[in-house]
């Protein structure tokens, strides 16, 4: 392996093959780049020290066709997501932040659950408050509710757009930058049960680093 050029901590590493719907909608709500569609495919890289971010972008953007949609620096981490109809373009965008980092896909962090629950039945006010701080669809009473914590940050993006291919929910919000990345789900009792059975299967296939995370279940 080549000599990383610079110290860095490869928190997420996640391609996505086909943004569903909701996903590619919820990210162009809240993204201040270029806006992603359904059906391209998409790369969501988390760092850390937080400003080496920039450098990612540059070796993306140098190298491949892909499209950024989102470029977050925060106090701790900094995360790039990019996306383009052509998916070779997406996986090549991939090896230009390995390469540059002289790191391979398993030094990303394993992403690791810290809750997942469902509140079936949701009362009115209950939604009211829900509905007042999400940017994605609206959950109304009586409805389930999937909420979502992963560490690292970036995997709430992969856990989404999952639930959204196997089951008949609603995005209803989504963070994926962060200590902890975060999703809330809406829908009946069955869809959400499957959205949650195809979180869980999709981030324990990820490999990587062990992750004990930054604090315990």
Request: glycine share 8%; net charge negative.
């Amino acid at each position: 392996m080549a000599e990383a050029k610079e110290k860095i901590d490869l928190r997420t590493f996640t391609l996505i093959d086909v943004l569903q719907a909701q996903t590619a909608s919820f990210i162009a709500t809240i993204a201040k780049g270029f806006l992603p569609l359904e059906g391209q495919a998409a790369l969501l890289v988390e760092v850390a020290p937080g400003m080496s971010i920039n450098n990612v972008t540059d070796a993306v953007l140098k190298q491949t066709s892909a499209i950024p949609g989102m470029l977050i620096v925060e106090r701790a981490f900094g995360m790039l997501e990019v996306h383009s109809d052509d998916q070779g373009q997406v996986r090549a965008a991939g090896d230009a932040v390995l390469d540059h980092y002289g790191l391979k896909v398993t030094d990303r962090l394993k992403p690791r659950i810290l809750t997942s629950q469902a509140i079936t039945g949701i009362e009115g006010y209950h939604t009211q408050l829900i509905n007042r701080m999400r940017h994605g669809d609206m959950i109304l009473q009586g409805q389930t509710m999937l909420t979502l914590e992963v560490h690292p940050a970036g995997y709430a993006l992969l856990a989404t757009n999952e639930a959204e291919k196997a089951a008949n929910i609603k995005v209803l919000e989504l963070i994926t930058f962060g200590a902890f990345g975060r999703v809330w789900l809406g829908g009946d009792e069955e869809n959400i049960a499957q959205a949650a059975a195809a979180i869980e299967k999709v981030l324990a296939s990820i490999e990587g680093r062990e992750n004990k995370g930054d604090r315990p279940v």
